[in-house]
């Protein structure tokens, strides 16, 4: 989701908004933005709907001059994807340029005042309020500013970008510059993330740690209600009342960076074959054969804590959830803990009864997503201690959890998520053994799980040698409209995930649905253009899910089952039959989700669809 980005050093500014931008481009967005200031107080402004090459030809066209600049790469809420509402906006007449992430509730009235007081707008947009109210603390100040030495204007600045955002309801980061100072960028976040990276006589600002990898390694994370004054020689960061924070510099952690396509076609191809590796790196160092258990370093919570704990909530957003709802299944059977989960963006407004024996997970692969973050923050508010399952490191989520647990998948650039989703469920599994062990699941159970686990990569790679037979499949089907996803227990969330990717990256309608449950309504959907694709491991519930392929059948619908391998009787059922290799029932998601992404992936392919950048979604959704 909308990305920003900032230079002031000695440098070309555009060059390095724009290869900062780039690598924001996999968060989603529809138009992008770049403000630089030259010399002789001039701002130079480029924007454009679409595409940040776009912007760039622009840019090569009429360049932007300047070592001081701000770019945004926007994913529209207030106003369409145009280029009048593509950010950075201009504050008054011109004398400073705003890029703003997040949402503003109370833009209307705070426009209308606007409005009257004679500022002119050139958006629909909600951050454009931002710029003019700072412009208005800017003009009440107009005579103390005038001759006043550049130290004590910055002071005034800041007044008046905290005078700005204390009028605001909603959640932002902001980067400012401004055309009488062409030595300085003013940012400020509440809610939305933002980070100052550290270089010689210069520095960057960006809403993405890794957006500054090709720049720098160090690092500061500005917190919530925090400002930084940049200059290229010096970083101060103050509070929103004017007090100075002492700031951290962190080390970037090397790995996060994007590595780029590596010979693959898309992201999403790439990071699915990935799995096997990102699994490996997820179990590395966690599984501990003489006490037949797993590892975490950083729960926080000693066994005895843990021990006592009764009930257990998982909270997230999408394929997280997902991932969190197989978790569920897992820890139950293995801890036998209830465990809850719920969507993030419902549970920050409900009110649940909590007790002090309550744990809560916030699982994310991005550690910004907006609901996640909330929901982590009211249940932290409440008393309750969180932890994460996260995937990036330093992100606002493992920062304000009170502990977690790290996915090491490495970075996940496609939209569609695919390998977070395997190594969520790979550490929901390990926690489960975990937390099994420290009750009473038995030495032996600990061990055969430990071993399952070990396999599990491998298996994940014999998997993605279905990915000829899926694709041969994907250029039959690809010309339906509607799809079925239908599995049970463990295999209904992977159902509802191998549903999700398709729609994310197809923009076909697709439904996940528990194979039963199908026959109290999206039966009625079944005809012979409508696929149902069961997920059929030899599992508890094999033989149930047999016979709700029946009533397909009877019914005219094609089916394609995911089964395991060496079943001979699939075939005799379904249309098409993918296998798998066996694994303990406990993984079956793991191993089956495999030609569901591929599936996806090679229908979008067909159908001409931007695979790693659909239509409509971002890949971190810092907005509420
Ligand atoms: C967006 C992404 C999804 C992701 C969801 C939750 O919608 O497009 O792929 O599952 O956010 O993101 P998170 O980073 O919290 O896992």
């Given at each position: 989701m909308c990305g920003i980005m900032g230079y002031v050093g000695h440098r070309g500014a555009s060059e390095r908004l724009l290869e900062g931008l780039r690598r924001l481009e996999y968060r989603g967005y529809d138009s992008a933005g770049l403000a630089t200031l030259g010399s002789g107080h001039a701002l130079h402004v480029r924007k454009q709907a679409g595409r940040i090459a776009e912007l760039a030809s622009d840019v090569a066209a009429r360049p932007a001059g300047g070592s001081t600049g701000i770019a945004h790469t926007r994913w529209a809420t207030h106003g369409a994807a145009t280029r009048q509402n593509a950010h950075p906006h201009l504050g008054g007449n011109g004398v400073l340029a705003l890029a703003h992430n997040g949402v503003i509730e109370n833009f209307q009235p705070l426009k209308e005042h606007l409005q009257t007081a004679g500022f002119q707008f050139r958006s629909e947009t909600d951050s454009e309020v931002i710029a003019h109210l700072v412009a208005e603390g800017l003009r009440a100040q107009q005579r103390e500013l005038a001759g006043t030495p550049a130290a004590d204007v910055y002071e005034s600045l800041v007044r008046a970008v905290s005078g700005a955002l204390s009028q605001l309801r909603g959640t932002y980061g902001v980067a400012l510059v401004f055309r009488d100072w062409p030595e300085l960028i003013i940012a400020a976040r509440l809610g939305s993330p933002l980070v100052v990276g550290v270089g010689q006589g210069e520095h960057y600002l960006a809403?993405?740690?890794?957006?500054l990898a090709p720049f720098t390694d160090k690092i500061v994370y500005l917190a919530d209600h925090q400002i930084a004054v940049v200059t290229p020689d010096r970083l101060r960061v103050v509070q929103r009342d004017g007090a100075t924070v002492r700031h951290g510099v962190e080390r970037l952690v090397a790995g996060q960076e994007d590595g780029g396509l590596d010979g693959y076609p898309h992201y999403m191809l790439k990071e699915i074959c990935e799995q096997p590796r990102s699994l490996t790196n997820a179990l590395r160092g966690r599984l501990n054969d003489d006490d037949a258990t797993a590892v975490f370093g950083?729960?926080?919570?000693?066994p005895q804590q843990l021990r006592r704990v009764k009930r257990i909530i998982l909270t997230a957003c999408g394929t997280s959830w997902h991932a969190a709802l197989v978790g569920e299944y897992l820890i139950e059977e293995l801890a036998r803990i209830p465990v809850e989960v719920e969507y993030a963006s419902e549970l920050r407004y409900r009110n649940p009864p909590l007790g002090e024996d309550t744990l809560l997970f916030a699982v994310t692969q991005s550690g910004e997503t907006a609901d996640t973050l909330a929901a982590l923050r009211e249940m932290k508010r409440k008393g309750l201690h969180t932890l994460a399952i996260c995937n990036?490191?330093?992100?606002t989520i493992s920062h304000e959890a009170d502990g977690g647990i790290y996915?090491?998948?490495?970075?996940?650039?496609?939209?569609?998520?695919t390998k977070a989703f395997t190594s969520q469920c790979a550490v929901l599994a390990l926690l489960a053994l975990y937390l099994g062990r420290l009750n009473d699941l038995s030495f032996a159970r600990g061990t055969r799980i430990i071993e399952a686990l070990r396999r599990l990569p491998e298996q994940v790679e014999t998997a993605l040698e279905t990915d000829a037979q899926v694709r041969e499949l994907a250029a039959r089907y690809g010309s339906a409209r509607n799809f079925l996803y239908l599995g049970r227990q463990i295999n209904f969330p992977t159902a509802l995930e191998g549903a999700l990717k398709l729609k994310e990256i197809s923009y076909l309608h697709a439904e996940g649905y528990p194979a039963a449950e199908m026959k109290h309504g999206p039966i009625a959907l079944v005809d012979q253009d409508t696929p149902a694709v069961f997920l059929v491991p030899r599992d508890s519930v094999y033989d149930k899910v047999r016979s709700n392929i029946q009533e397909v059948r009877a019914r005219g619908g094609p089916v394609i089952a995911v089964g395991t391998a060496g079943d001979r009787e699939l075939p005799q059922l379904a249309d098409d039959v993918i296998l798998v290799p066996a694994v303990e029932d406990f993984l079956t998601p793991l191993v089956h989700v495999i030609p569901l992404q591929l599936l996806a992936y090679h229908i979008a392919v067909s159908r001409g669809c931007d695979v790693d950048k659909p239509r409509n979604l971002a890949k971190s959704v810092t907005v509420e």
């Open positions: 809403s993405d740690g890794a957006a950083g729960l926080n919570l000693t990036v490191v330093g992100s996915l090491h998948a490495g970075p996940e650039i496609g939209v569609a998520s």
